[in-house]
């Protein structure tokens, strides 16, 4: 789903939540995150969005700027414990 | 039996730049045996402020408050596993090299090096993966 780094970064993080969940993690149990967005002019839009995820003591994490496939604004990686 | 997780931080205070600005996320976490560092860019470690200038001078800032940022947690450069490196331009590739060479001289770890945008001016993000301890 295509939109705005907002609506994707919701989308993202709420997928993210589902898959930890499934594996018996969660967002708190994050260890590192790689956030991809389209823009380095967008660096606060995304955090402002990701804040509302992750909780107190978050994880370690790098913001990449790059092009990302398909014409896609957001990507995250993450490595949690289970 | 779940693993530890437990969150890295510098002895120097100046050095935690993601609690200084605000920022959402954290300097380091352990988890289990690793250690898995933020991305790092180039702070001055006598004043906080980022220390901008060429891409010699923030991979030695940057690589040289990693060393402190390790050590605080009890791991050093000589553990760790992964580096990926940021490069605002890939051209630069061998002036970051020059300076990395003389903190990894022998069995350097694994490395990947990108060439993405950074933020205000600066030259050169960098974050590793370290054995713990």
Redesign the interface.
């Known amino acids: 789903m295509h939109g705005t780094v907002t609506s994707e970064a919701h989308r993202v993080l709420q997928n993210l939540t589902l898959v930890l969940k499934s594996a018996g993690s969660s967002l708190s149990?994050l260890?590192?995150?790689h956030a991809m967005i389209y823009?380095?002019i967008e660096?606060d839009v995304l955090?402002r969005v990701?804040?509302q995820y992750?909780p107190d003591?978050?994880?370690?994490?790098?913001?990449?700027?790059?092009q990302i496939i398909d014409g896609f604004k957001v990507q995250l990686d993450a490595?949690a414990?289970? | 039996m779940p693993l530890a997780r437990e969150i890295i931080a510098p002895k120097n205070e100046l050095l935690n730049v993601s609690r200084n600005l605000k920022l959402p996320h954290s300097p380091g976490i352990r988890a289990g045996d690793f250690i898995f560092l933020s991305g790092m860019v180039s702070v001055d470690p006598t004043t906080g402020e980022r220390s901008l200038g060429t891409v010699a001078h923030e991979t030695r800032q940057i690589l040289s408050n990693m060393r402190h940022m390790l050590e605080s947690a009890g791991s050093s450069l000589e553990r760790v596993v992964k580096i990926n490196v940021l490069l605002y331009d890939m051209l630069e590739f061998e002036n970051m090299n020059a300076v990395y060479r003389q903190f990894f001289p022998t069995d350097p770890p694994a490395r990947t090096t990108c060439g993405v945008q950074l933020s205000f001016g600066l030259k050169v993000e960098i974050e590793c993966i370290a054995l713990a301890g």
């Open positions: 149990r260890v590192q995150v823009d380095r660096y955090n990701y804040r992750v003591g978050p994880p370690a994490r790098t913001v990449w700027s790059v490595i414990v289970a």
